[in-house]
């Protein structure tokens, strides 16, 4: 039997941490009817979607992850448009892991399968290998939602370095996005929020030292509509080789595009990175 659209509002808005945070997938809402709204003045899916759907050589992937799922935005959306992917969908909450079930039911989808569980240190050396993983704004809450006993806030760099090591051997591509505030608490920020420069500096010391080689960056930009611009290729070779050389133009880069008005959400960049463990690279 299939799920109401009742019955999916009461898992999607189930007042949790994470709840009421992506849109339902454009093909969801065209069947059902069924939309939520969410103000994406503050935090989206929308913009992400397009750099996603831009950026993404889907000639290179077969098999993709979407860790941090949440109600599925991303990993649905991708699923129903390109049924030659393979899609797997990591999700800790259990309500939302049953809100992409269900989905998955309804529209028959077969190219999808959705795991109720944390990707943790521990859970990611079981993960079946992928040709992308899909990051976005997790990593920020290890220590929080998740390795409480691996990680406090003194020791998430470190903490950062071996976890993104490790996913280094889980997948040739990923797509990497997280909030500077640790757990999301902006007591707690790991990168002040101002330092946009410092944010991807803090990124490229973290991917440099845990095996990944940063592709291309994006940071948004606001256009009438949130939309993210690709940074300068000559900071990204700078980034990768030392990453404290990219400083002075990463300061300057920034200098040009005020987005001191954006939310903290819209401050985060977005990093598409290359394992170097896949590639032949050197550890
Ligand atoms: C801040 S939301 C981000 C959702 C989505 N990735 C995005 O950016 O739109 C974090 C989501 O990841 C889930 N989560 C947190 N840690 C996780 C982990 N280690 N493995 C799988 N899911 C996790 C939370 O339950 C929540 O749904």
Request: hydrophobic share 40%.
């Given at each position: 039997?299939?799920?109401?659209?009742?019955?999916?509002?009461?898992?999607?808005?189930d007042?949790?941490k994470?709840?009421?945070?992506?849109?339902?997938?454009?093909?969801?809402?065209?069947?059902?009817?069924?939309?939520?709204?969410?103000?994406?003045?503050?935090?989206?899916?929308?913009?992400?979607?397009h750099?996603?759907?831009?950026?993404?050589n889907?000639?290179?992937?077969?098999?993709?992850?979407?860790?941090?799922?949440?109600?599925?935005?991303?990993?649905?959306?991708?699923?129903?448009?390109f049924?030659?992917?393979?899609?797997?969908?990591?999700?800790?909450?259990?309500?939302?892991?049953?809100?992409i079930?269900?989905?998955?039911?309804?529209f028959?989808?077969?190219?999808?399968e959705?795991?109720?569980?944390?990707v943790?240190?521990?859970g990611?050396?079981?993960?079946?290998?992928?040709?992308?993983?899909?990051?976005?704004?997790?990593?920020?809450?290890?220590?929080?939602?998740?390795d409480?006993?691996?990680?406090?806030?003194?020791?998430?760099?470190?903490?950062?370095?071996?976890?993104?090591?490790?996913?280094s051997?889980k997948?040739?591509y990923?797509?990497?996005?997280?909030?500077?505030?640790?757990?999301?608490?902006?007591?707690?920020?790991?990168?002040?929020?101002?330092?946009?420069?410092?944010k991807?500096?803090?990124?490229?010391?973290?991917?440099?030292?845990?095996n990944?080689?940063?592709?291309?960056?994006?940071?948004?930009?606001?256009?009438?509509?949130?939309?993210?611009?690709?940074?300068?290729?000559?900071?990204?070779?700078?980034?990768?080789?030392?990453?404290?050389?990219?400083?002075?133009?990463l300061?300057?880069?920034?200098?040009?595009?005020?987005?001191?008005?954006f939310?903290?959400?819209?401050?985060?960049p977005?990093?598409?990175?290359?394992?170097?463990?896949?590639?032949?690279?050197?550890?």
């Amino acid at each position: 039997m299939t799920a109401t659209v009742k019955e999916l509002e009461k898992l999607y808005f189930d007042g949790t941490k994470h709840a009421v945070y992506q849109n339902i997938p454009a093909f969801v809402q065209n069947a059902l009817g069924y939309s939520v709204e969410i103000n994406e003045t503050w935090r989206g899916d929308t913009a992400r979607y397009h750099n996603l759907l831009q950026n993404l050589n889907l000639d290179q992937i077969s098999v993709l992850g979407d860790i941090g799922a949440n109600t599925g935005f991303f990993s649905l959306s991708l699923a129903h448009r390109f049924p030659h992917l393979k899609v797997f969908a990591y999700e800790g909450n259990n309500n939302h892991h049953r809100f992409i079930s269900q989905i998955i039911k309804m529209f028959g989808l077969k190219n999808i399968e959705v795991k109720n569980l944390f990707v943790d240190m521990k859970g990611l050396e079981d993960l079946p290998q992928h040709d992308c993983l899909l990051n976005y704004n997790v990593l920020h809450h290890a220590g929080v939602d998740f390795d409480r006993d691996l990680v406090s806030f003194d020791s998430y760099t470190g903490y950062a370095v071996e976890y993104l090591k490790k996913l280094s051997k889980k997948a040739t591509y990923m797509i990497f996005q997280m909030g500077f505030n640790w757990g999301g608490n902006k007591a707690r920020p790991l990168v002040p929020v101002d330092y946009d420069a410092v944010k991807v500096l803090f990124m490229g010391k973290i991917f440099q030292q845990s095996n990944w080689e940063i592709d291309r960056i994006f940071t948004v930009r606001h256009t009438g509509e949130f939309e993210y611009f690709k940074i300068d290729a000559s900071i990204i070779r700078k980034l990768n080789i030392k990453p404290s050389d990219a400083r002075g133009d990463l300061v300057d880069y920034y200098s040009k595009y005020d987005i001191s008005s954006f939310s903290e959400f819209y401050r985060r960049p977005l990093f598409y990175c290359r394992s170097r463990d896949k590639s032949g690279y050197a550890e």
